[in-house]
């Protein structure tokens, strides 16, 4: 599949970043979004500010690109270790009401207010690709060993929201496709506290992994919506 213009939110993220720098270098045009507004400074990358505690910032961004709008949205954002240090749980005598909503927020209502803002705009009469960084260990069938329990649910419910967007865009936009990502574990702060002891191998740089989602993306169809697949394009168990 070519693209003919993108949109990636949370382009100031390690994977975000690597993202928007990817698609730049293969000439598509990117929108590229953060909370701050700023973007990697490439041809072809148009800034745009959004926050997930403010719908009206999405609503008004994305309203601007009705006429001709990305065929591309990639959600790149996630949340593991909170801005005030608080991390992913490691027994349910860890829960605290206040931070597991924040996660919920961040890593599955703030996505899911993107799709309620950009699936509208995709042509019901060519392909279109909404996609959203998940995580195996989103994965309800593959959970052996617990915990993490915010960062788990949080992505489990995005799992399931992905599912219900391509299952309500099958009704009218036959060619378009929306599907999680699990990128590997990549070298960001996001996994840096995580990264010790790690297998040899497993860790992915941004720019590899950028490459290694988008190269799943373009090989994906219809058939495919609704599922959860990672960074070698095995899908990932519900």
Same mark, same amino acid.
């Given at each position: 599949?070519?693209?003919?213009?993108?949109?990636?939110?949370?382009?100031?993220?390690?994977?975000?970043?690597?993202?928007?720098?990817?698609?730049?270098?293969?000439?598509?045009?990117?929108?590229?979004?953060?909370?701050?507004?700023?973007?990697?400074?490439?041809?072809?990358?148009?800034?745009?500010?959004?926050?997930?505690?403010?719908?009206?910032?999405?609503?008004?961004?994305?309203?601007?690109?009705?006429?001709?709008?990305?065929?591309?949205?990639?959600?790149?954002?996630?949340?593991?270790?909170?801005?005030?240090?608080?991390?992913?749980?490691?027994?349910?005598?860890?829960?605290?009401?206040?931070?597991?909503?924040?996660?919920?927020?961040?890593?599955?209502?703030?996505?899911?207010?993107?799709?309620?803002?950009? *699936? #509208?705009?995709?042509?019901?009469? /060519? +392909?279109?690709?909404? @996609? &959203?960084?998940?995580?195996? !260990?989103?994965?309800?069938?593959?959970?052996?060993?617990?915990?993490?329990?915010?960062?788990?649910?949080?992505?489990?419910?995005?799992?399931?929201?992905?599912?219900?967007?391509?299952?309500?865009?099958?009704?009218?936009?036959?060619?378009?496709?929306?599907?999680?990502?699990?990128?590997?574990?990549?070298?960001?702060?996001?996994?840096?506290?995580?990264?010790?002891? *790690? #297998?040899?191998?497993?860790?992915? /740089? +941004?720019?590899?992994? @950028? &490459?290694?989602?988008?190269? !799943?993306?373009?090989?994906?169809?219809?058939?495919?919506?609704?599922?959860?697949?990672?960074?070698?394009?095995?899908?990932?168990?519900?």
């Amino acid at each position: 599949m070519t693209w003919k213009r993108a949109a990636v939110f949370g382009s100031s993220g390690g994977i975000g970043s690597a993202l928007v720098q990817a698609l730049a270098e293969r000439n598509i045009p990117v929108f590229a979004g953060s909370r701050s507004g700023k973007a990697p400074d490439l041809p072809g990358v148009t800034p745009f500010r959004f926050d997930f505690d403010d719908e009206a910032s999405i609503a008004d961004v994305t309203e601007t690109w009705r006429d001709d709008p990305p065929d591309l949205v990639i959600v790149a954002t996630g949340v593991l270790t909170l801005e005030d240090g608080t991390g992913p749980e490691r027994s349910f005598k860890n829960l605290d009401a206040r931070a597991m909503a924040r996660v919920l927020h961040l890593n599955t209502i703030g996505p899911a207010l993107v799709a309620k803002h950009v *699936l #509208p705009l995709f042509p019901r009469d /060519a +392909p279109a690709t909404f @996609a &959203a960084i998940s995580a195996r !260990v989103g994965s309800i069938g593959d959970n052996r060993i617990g915990g993490w329990h915010s960062y788990r649910a949080s992505k489990a419910a995005l799992n399931m929201l992905v599912r219900n967007f391509a299952i309500e865009l099958a009704r009218t936009h036959k060619q378009a496709v929306a599907v999680g990502l699990h990128p590997g574990t990549v070298d960001t702060p996001l996994s840096e506290p995580f990264q010790n002891n *790690l #297998p040899e191998g497993q860790l992915t /740089a +941004p720019d590899e992994a @950028a &490459a290694n989602l988008l190269g !799943v993306l373009e090989k994906l169809t219809p058939d495919n919506s609704g599922d959860v697949f990672d960074y070698k394009r095995e899908r990932v168990e519900p």
